[in-house]
C-alpha cells in the first residue's frame, strides 16, 4: 500500500515538474510578446499597419476598411480583431463571401507575435512564420475570393450569429489582470494535457491514436512522435502544441525535421474549433473557413515536406543551433 502511494506521488511529481517546465518555457516566451504588441497598441502601430494593408483588400474584394481589421488580428488576437471588426464594419453589407475571405485572413494570420515567438523556440525562424502565416493567409483568402467569385456563391447578406458588447477601451490594470488570468489558465490547460497524455499511454489507447492518423502524417511527410502536439495544436491552438513539441525536442525524443512539419501544418490550420466557432458567428461559411482550410494546410505542408530533407533539416540547424 505504502509502495502504492509513493509511486502515485512520484508520478503525480513528474507530471506537475514536466508541467511547469513546459509552461516555463512558455512564460519566457509570452510574456515579453505581449508586453512588445501591448506597446506598439499605445503608439498606434496597429493602425498605422492596417493603413499598409488598405490596398491589399481591394485585392480580395474587400473594403479597404478591412485592412485595420487583419492588422488587429496579425498583432493581438481574434477577439481584439473581431471587436474591431464590428466598429469598422458598421453598417457595411458584407456578402457571406467577404466575411469568409476575411475570416480566412484572419484565422491563418493572427497572434504572430506570440505564435512566431513560440514556433521560433521549437524550431521555425521568424523570416519562416512569416512567409507561411501572412503569405499563406493573403493566398488562400485569394483562391477563395476567385473561386466564390467565379461560381458566383456566397454573395447574399451575411447575418452576425452572435455580436458581444463593445465596452470602452480597457486601461492598463484591467489588460494586465486579464493577461495574467489567461497565463494562469494556460498552466491549468497545459497541466490537464500532460495527465491526458500520460493517462493515454498508460491505457494504452496512445498506440491506437497514432494509428488513426498515420495517413495523415504520412501524407504530410510528419513522423508518429508528432502525432500527439499535431492533435493537440490542431483541436486546442498552436500555443499549447508547439509548448509541448518544444518539450519533446529538448527530449530528443522529436527530431528537427517533424517538429518543423508539424508546426508549419499548425501555423496554417491551428485551434480549429474555438476560432473556427468565432469567425462562424460573424456569418462565415464553414467550408471556407474549415474545410478549405484544412485542405491548404495539407497540400501546402505535403508539398514543403516533399523539399530535400537536407534543406528543411539545413535551415532549422542554421536559425536554432540544432545540429
Known amino acids: 500500500m505504502q509502495t502504492s502511494i509513493r509511486h502515485l506521488l512520484g508520478d503525480l511529481v513528474s507530471i506537475l515538474k514536466d508541467a511547469l517546465r513546459v509552461y ?7 510574456i515579453p510578446a505581449l508586453l512588445i504588441v501591448k506597446g506598439f497598441e499605445l503608439l498606434g502601430v496597429i493602425g498605422w499597419f492596417g493603413t499598409a494593408l488598405a490596398p491589399l483588400m481591394g485585392v480580395l474584394g474587400l ?43 484572419m484565422l491563418v494570420g493572427h497572434s504572430i ?33 476567385c473561386f466564390y467569385s467565379y461560381f458566383g456563391l456566397l454573395q447574399a447578406p451575411a447575418a452576425l450569429v452572435w455580436q458581444p458588447s463593445l465596452s470602452t477601451a480597457p486601461t492598463i490594470s484591467s489588460w494586465a489582470i486579464a493577461q495574467l488570468e489567461t497565463l494562469a489558465l494556460i498552466f491549468v490547460i497545459i497541466l490537464a494535457l500532460i495527465v491526458l497524455l500520460k493517462l493515454l499511454k498508460k491505457l494504452g489507447l496512445e498506440r491506437w491514436i497514432h494509428l488513426g492518423l498515420l495517413p495523415l502524417l504520412k501524407l504530410l511527410g510528419i513522423g508518429r512522435s508528432a502525432a500527439n502536439v499535431t492533435v493537440i495544436g490542431f483541436t486546442l491552438g498552436l500555443s499549447y502544441g508547439a509548448g509541448l513539441l518544444i518539450r519533446d525536442v529538448q527530449n530528443g525524443t522529436l527530431s528537427k525535421r517533424d517538429s518543423t512539419l508539424a508546426l508549419c501544418f499548425l501555423g496554417l490550420c491551428h485551434s480549429v474549433i474555438e476560432d473556427t466557432l468565432l469567425i462562424l458567428m460573424l456569418g462565415a ?9 484544412l485542405l491548404f494546410a495539407v497540400i501546402v505542408t505535403a508539398m514543403i515536406a516533399r523539399w530535400p530533407k537536407t534543406t528543411i533539416n539545413n535551415q532549422v540547424g542554421k536559425y536554432t543551433g540544432y545540429h
Do not use: C
Open 285 to 293: 461559411d464553414i467550408a471556407g473557413i474549415l474545410w478549405a482550410r
Open 63 to 105: 473594403p479597404e476598411q478591412m485592412g485595420v481589421v487583419w492588422a488587429a488580428a496579425l498583432f493581438t488576437n481574434l477577439y481584439t480583431a473581431i471587436a474591431v471588426f464590428l466598429q469598422v464594419a458598421g453598417d457595411m453589407h458584407l456578402s457571406i463571401e467577404q466575411v469568409t475571405v476575411l475570416g480566412a485572413l
Open 113 to 145: 507575435h506570440v505564435e512566431g515567438a513560440v514556433a521560433k523556440r521549437a524550431g521555425v525562424p521568424w523570416w519562416a512564420t512569416l512567409v507561411l502565416r501572412v503569405g499563406g493567409a493573403l493566398l488562400l483568402a485569394w483562391l477563395l475570393h
Open 24 to 30: 516555463l518555457t512558455l512564460l519566457k516566451i509570452l
